[in-house]
């Protein structure tokens, strides 16, 4: 296998988990799209602890192709983080990442490309259409975009995912970026480089399950809410103190009645116990979003790296 070209013009990264039934398919395609850019390009795919035959596919067409490269980590490290991983040895001008499902359609690569050529230092695809998504997921997904753009101090563009392109310098400053729950989108919209965006409909999931379930949607919405807003601590406060003033004015209406109508005061139960496990809820819901924040403090003062690599054919940009 010959040696990669120095003058890598595009860098394509693709993590990959569960996808032996696309490595063909998808291998085609990101090729034909990149060819359609430069012939000075690379693509780097991440195996993020497949437990199915991915890897050996992903060995075999790197074997085949000097542009190709992978990258197996050691378990499953999680999305974000293998996109990390993937743009920590990404060595182009411009890099692209996209998901390995194929629901994002790599033929948009060139339009964006041309973007970037305009001065753009990212740009993102935005969605128009998501063809194959439950109602319940479509509307998840636009309320957290929305509530997420509301809470943050930056502009944050809705209805995107992890589709973009972004030039060499807005990678070297992501890579400053060491914190360990990671959200890219928000990472690369804070640092508020130039932007645009290109239009697409995403298509449909072709083989297999979604890798994103419910449980890990909101894992990631989590994360990127508590990662750049302090919101969730106000709204914690801002709680306890209602909580507060209304057991105040319970207080006061109970001597009140003691005092002045003892005998229409009816011993009760009922409202004892909706208090105590109101103010109860309330308490834990205010140290669950602190021990949250504590939780994403501890993860990254242990300094522990990112992920671990098991072996890989990808190397990094020397500078």
Same mark, same amino acid.
């Given at each position: ?27 085609? !395609? &990101? %090729? =034909? ?16 602890? *497949? $437990? +199915? ?92 975009? !929305? &509530? %997420? =753009? ?16 972004? *030039? $060499? +310098? ?150």
């Amino acid at each position: 296998m010959s040696a990669a070209p120095n003058n890598i013009e595009l860098s394509i990264v693709v993590p990959v988990y569960n996808e032996e039934l696309i490595i063909d398919e998808l291998k085609r !395609r &990101l %090729m =034909a799209s990149a060819e359609m850019v430069t012939e000075h390009y690379e693509i780097i795919f991440v195996n993020d602890g *497949s $437990r +199915d035959t991915s890897l050996q596919k992903l060995k075999t067409v790197c074997e085949e192709h000097d542009k190709l490269f992978y990258i197996s980590f050691s378990r499953n490290f999680g999305h974000q983080i293998a996109i990390t991983a993937g743009m920590d040895f990404a060595r182009g001008n411009a890099i692209v990442t996209i998901d390995g499902d194929l629901q994002d359609p790599p033929e948009l690569i060139a339009e964006m490309y041309a973007q970037y050529k305009e001065g753009y230092k990212v740009i993102y695809a935005k969605r128009t259409k998501r063809k194959g998504e439950s109602l319940f997921k479509l509307l998840t997904a636009k309320m957290f975009y !929305r &509530l %997420m =753009a509301h809470l943050v101090s930056f502009d944050i563009p809705l209805d995107v995912g992890d589709y973009r392109m972004i *030039s $060499r +310098d807005v990678l070297d400053y992501v890579k400053k970026m060491k914190e360990y729950d990671k959200y890219l989108r928000g990472q690369i919209a804070w640092l508020g480089f130039k932007s645009t965006y290109v239009l697409y409909e995403r298509d449909e999931r072709k083989f297999g399950e979604t890798n994103y379930p419910f449980k890990k949607m909101l894992r990631l919405a989590f994360n990127g809410i508590t990662a750049f807003s302090d919101s969730p601590l106000k709204v914690a406060t801002s709680m306890g103190f209602t909580v507060c003033l209304l057991s105040f004015i319970i207080l006061m209406y109970a001597v009140y009645m003691f005092i002045f109508a003892k005998d229409q005061v009816l011993p009760g139960w009922a409202s004892t116990i909706v208090s105590i496990t109101f103010i109860g809820g309330v308490q834990l819901l205010c140290l669950g979003l602190i021990g949250e924040y504590i939780s994403r403090i501890i993860n990254n003062v242990r300094n522990r790296p990112l992920y671990v690599i098991d072996e890989t054919t990808a190397k990094k940009k020397e500078d």
